[in-house]
């Protein structure tokens, strides 16, 4: 019998990569489409070690609909995850039109060619911060989302409303949103992880580049926020229990379990982890210093959020289950990774 068979959008980047490789444990083949345009084809050969299969990987930009379409001609997936998007908050302020113009466009050519080929099943890249800085804690499903606070946020916005649209027009077609919290941490082979391009601006890249003595200082941003030690409040996520979410829905989807033809689920472990906790439980997991000095806020920050990741547990079957010290080691074991690869 044939497998069941996923198209991975996105696949060669951070969270597509364990993604792909928890699908083949769990049974599926996968295809990985990506452009390579942050990402090395460095992690789709780490793929391939962790999981010992052969998986079918073509370089092509989403946003080139014909360049696309052979893909869809090429290879019988029943379901796509689509990763495939441009992440950075602060440059998506810079450069906006680059922002709409990939993460719309590559997501609409997903859904006009499932359409075209008759795959139904789709599961979209959404984030937490579509709440933006919510009124209450943990943050459900229901909590209503806050006007967008840059081109990014509202990327992600526009596409889960363009995937529920479609879905209601469009007879046959699936889709789950997954709202991710803070993904960190890296396959615990060391084999795939993060790879942040010039200086990080997530968190944990930038406490692992300066315990390793590439960066010389980690500035906290802010300790005068209304928390109890005065730094910002996330629900940190570690990438193989997200990947592990992304399986889950997938299966769910190809099932009958789920009543709605589209879903949004929260992907978080519903604990929140202040800027300084974190950092002071990286140096003990890891026994280094990660030196750091207060800084002032950094704009647009939120003070706080984390999840309430009940509907998953209940409705996907999908829990988080690493500790955020796991999850802490499994970081700083790939930063040794790539300053070993130098
Ligand atoms: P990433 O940059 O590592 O992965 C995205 C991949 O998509 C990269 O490999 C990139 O080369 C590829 N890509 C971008 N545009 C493309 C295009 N037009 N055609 C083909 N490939 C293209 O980022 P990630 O952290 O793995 O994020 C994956 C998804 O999850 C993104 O949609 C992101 O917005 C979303 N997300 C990420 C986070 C996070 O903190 N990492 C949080 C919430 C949501
Ligand atoms: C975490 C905390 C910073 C760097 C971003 C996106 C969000 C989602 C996840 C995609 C904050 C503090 C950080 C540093 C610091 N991505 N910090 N010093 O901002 O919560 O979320 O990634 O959808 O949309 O906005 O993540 O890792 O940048 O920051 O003190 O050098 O760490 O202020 O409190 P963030 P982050």
Redesign the pocket.
Same mark, same amino acid.
Do not use: E, M, W
């Given at each position: 019998m044939k497998k069941p068979s996923v198209l991975v959008s996105g696949g060669a980047g951070y969270i597509g990569s364990h993604t792909a490789v928890e699908l083949i444990a769990a049974g599926y083949d996968v295809v990985i489409v990506d452009n390579l345009s942050n990402s090395d084809i460095a992690a789709v050969e780490g793929v391939r070690r962790i999981t010992g299969a052969e998986i079918p990987f073509v370089e092509v930009d989403c946003c080139d609909r014909t360049a696309l379409r052979r893909v869809f001609e090429t290879y019988d997936f029943d379901s796509v995850i689509h990763f495939a998007a441009s +992440?950075a *908050?602060g440059e998506s302020v810079q450069k906006p039109l680059e922002y709409y113009t990939n993460n719309l466009t590559s997501f609409m050519n997903i859904i006009a060619l499932m359409r075209e080929f008759g795959r139904h099943n789709i599961v979209f890249s959404s984030?937490?911060?579509v709440y933006g800085e919510p009124d209450k804690q943990p943050v459900t499903e229901q909590t209503p989302r806050k006007p967008a606070t840059s081109p990014?946020?509202n990327t +992600?916005q526009m596409c889960e409303d363009i995937l529920r649209d479609s879905i209601a027009a469009y007879e046959g077609l699936k889709g789950i949103a997954l709202r991710?919290? &803070?993904?960190i941490g890296a396959h615990p082979s060391a084999q795939i992880g993060e790879l942040p391009r010039g200086v990080?601006? &997530? =968190? *944990?890249p930038?406490i692992t580049q300066t315990a390793a003595g590439v960066r010389e200082c =980690?500035?906290?941003?802010?300790d005068d926020y209304p928390t109890a030690d005065g730094?910002?409040i996330?629900d940190y996520i570690d990438v193989t229990d997200l990947a592990r979410a992304h399986v889950a829905a997938i299966g769910r989807m190809a099932g009958d379990k789920n009543k709605e033809r589209y879903e949004i689920f929260n992907v978080g472990t519903g604990r929140g982890v202040s800027?300084l906790e974190l950092v002071t439980r990286f140096e003990q997991v890891n026994g280094v210093k990660v030196n750091h000095k207060i800084?002032p806020r950094?704009e647009g920050?939120?003070i706080a959020i984390w999840a309430d990741p009940t509907l998953a547990n209940e409705e996907l079957g999908w829990q988080a289950t690493r500790t955020l010290d796991e999850t802490l080691a499994s970081a700083w074991a790939w930063e040794k990774h790539l300053r070993d690869m130098e």
């Open positions: +992440k *908050v984030s937490c911060t990014y946020g +992600k991710y919290f &803070n993904p990080p601006q &997530n =968190l *944990v930038y =980690l500035s906290v941003f802010g730094s910002c996330r800027v800084a950094r920050d939120i």
